[in-house]
């Protein structure tokens, strides 16, 4: 049970091959750290004041600082980094189009537990994706180098076809260890969760995940990020936000007109409605693989599948 690295060459292709095979691969050494130092230095203000989270699951003594669009331009870029949207877009493919799900640094302080084992599609209320139907597609960007000590995540490769709501011990994961710079992705299918930290210094992770754009997001960017910096921001990464249509209707506006456009200010020249035709003829190529689900190694409850 290993997690598969690529080298920074690796193509989008590449990495969504291994994203089917295992739900989850490591690219290292993508960026140079002094790109995501510089991330976080603008966004030190909001770091340090960021509360600690509030339940178990959050972490008691993990900091999630999100809007990193609006707080950040650094960040801008590395959500939009040509890898990831290849990436994603072939993980996602088989849907209209993708979107953005979350941006968020995660802090994991020293002393805090492992976080609870789960799905990142459980935030979808549960609903039991057919396995081989992908909906999420993440990334975690090693804003520190990532070690077991210092709470990598970690992960299950190969659980993305494991039975749902499965319960997993430490035991059963591999760390994601990776030097800043890297970047982990792994599928909203795939058990993994928040490693302990039993280190002094505090674990940075750049948490940015993309979802079909049938989905509600995780983070309202429409309200995280406001109208007025909007505006200007670039086209590709505005639609990646929510701007634009999922499918063949999702997110018109009034007299079905372009998010977009609304935004923008500018004038009936697009409509807000997507091509009818194309969606369908999208679904009907696609068949989502139903199949037994293998036993994992060492299943530690017997209540499951
Ligand atoms: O920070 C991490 O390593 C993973 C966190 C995570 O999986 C989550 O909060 O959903
Ligand atoms: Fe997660």
Not at 160 to 165: A, L, V, Y
Not at 248 to 274: F, S
């Amino acid at each position: 049970m290993s997690i598969p690295r690529l080298t920074a060459g690796a193509s989008g292709r590449d990495v969504a091959d291994a994203l089917a095979e295992q739900g989850c691969a490591i690219v290292e050494k993508v960026v140079a750290p002094a790109l995501l130092d510089r991330a976080r230095a603008e966004l030190q203000p909001y770091l340090d004041v960021t509360p600690v989270g509030p339940d178990d699951f959050a972490g008691r003594r993990t900091r999630r600082t999100g809007g990193l669009i609006a707080r950040s331009a650094t960040c801008r870029d590395i959500i939009t980094h040509p890898l990831v949207i290849d990436a994603v877009g072939g993980v996602l493919g088989h849907a209209t189009s993708f979107q953005l799900h979350l941006t968020q640094v995660i802090a994991i302080g020293p002393g805090e537990p492992a976080q609870l084992v789960h799905r990142d599609q459980w935030a979808f209320d549960f609903f039991p994706f057919p396995s081989g139907y992908e909906v999420q597609c993440n990334t975690i960007w090693a804003m520190t180098d990532f070690t077991e000590a210092n709470g990598a995540t970690r992960l299950v490769p190969g659980s993305h076809r494991f039975e749902d709501r499965r319960e997993f011990q430490e035991h059963d994961t591999v760390p994601a260890e990776m030097p800043a710079g890297s970047v982990l992705f792994y599928t909203g299918s795939l058990y993994h969760g928040a490693g302990a930290n039993r280190s002094d210094d505090t674990r940075f992770g750049l948490n940015i995940t993309y979802a079909v754009s049938w989905l509600r997001q995780e983070e309202n960017q429409y309200l995280s990020v406001p109208a007025e910096i909007a505006r200007t921001l670039p086209e590709p990464l505005l639609r990646l936000m929510g701007y634009a249509r999922g499918a063949y209707a999702l997110g018109y506006v009034d007299d079905l007109r372009d998010p977009l456009e609304v935004l923008l200010g500018t004038t009936g020249a697009r409509a807000g409605l997507g091509d009818l035709a194309a969606a369908e003829e999208r679904a009907r190529g696609f068949t989502p693989r139903i199949e037994r689900t293998p036993r994992s190694p060492d299943r530690t409850r017997d209540s499951a599948g």
